[in-house]
């Protein structure tokens, strides 16, 4: 379950301190699926960051899963954020590195001398068993963007935070992506917040909410 209450966030634009955020609060069940609208600099990703603890707010709490991480320090944030998943728009995968290599990358970092069992299942699902041995320069970009969902969910995270992961995609990938991303977090009971332009994908989610004038208009 994700709580925050009265959450202020201001950051510095040019001369000006813009308020993105004025005592923003809301509550989203555990394992619900959130897709977030909003026109572009509504503070969407501010939001995804402040709950991934990229940014700390100004004042108010956010609680993710019984756990205070607006009350953390560097090395909590730190530990918090190798719990979680992070999916963004334009993929961080490392070009010298095979897919394989990529989804385990971040496992390897957190648990340097364990095997991880799921990840011949994970690939499979995403249709990425044949693509193991490829670089990410010859991926498609649907194809980056499910690595991407690999390497995320290798984890079994509680929480998987995604930045318009089909920003880059068209139409019919964009739709293939967001329906594999959604079905997968469904049957490991992940609560999933995604941050979209498209009304079209909010039909995979089990709620919509759109932020305007920092502050969400359900």
């Given at each position: ?99 394989k290599q990529n989804i385990l990358f971040q496992h390897k970092l957190n648990n340097p001398n364990k095997a991880h069992s799921e990840l011949n299942d994970l690939v499979e699902q995403l249709g990425l068993t044949n693509k193991l041995n490829k670089l990410p320069s010859q991926l498609s970009g649907g194809e980056q ?74």
């Amino acid at each position: 379950m994700i709580s925050v209450t009265n959450l202020c966030f201001r950051r510095q634009d040019g001369d000006q301190l813009q308020t993105l955020f004025d005592n923003l609060s809301f509550e989203i069940a555990a394992q619900e699926q959130l897709a977030l609208l909003g026109d572009s600099g509504s503070g969407k990703t501010t939001l995804l960051h402040l709950l991934a603890g990229l940014l700390s707010p100004n004042s108010g709490n956010i609680t993710v899963n019984n756990a205070l991480i607006s009350s953390y320090n560097a090395q909590q944030l730190a530990h918090y954020r190798r719990k979680i998943g992070l999916i963004f728009q334009h993929y961080q995968l490392l070009d010298c590195l095979t897919v394989k290599q990529n989804i385990l990358f971040q496992h390897k970092l957190n648990n340097p001398n364990k095997a991880h069992s799921e990840l011949n299942d994970l690939v499979e699902q995403l249709g990425l068993t044949n693509k193991l041995n490829k670089l990410p320069s010859q991926l498609s970009g649907g194809e980056q963007q499910r690595v991407g969902i690999a390497r995320a969910l290798l984890n079994q995270p509680k929480l998987i935070l995604a930045d318009e992961p089909t920003g880059n995609l068209d139409q019919s990938r964009s739709h293939q992506v967001v329906e594999m991303l959604t079905s997968l977090c469904k049957q490991r009971k992940i609560n999933l917040i995604m941050v979209t332009h498209s009304q079209q994908l909010t039909r995979y989610f089990d709620s919509v909410k759109v932020l305007a004038n920092g502050q969400f208009n359900d």
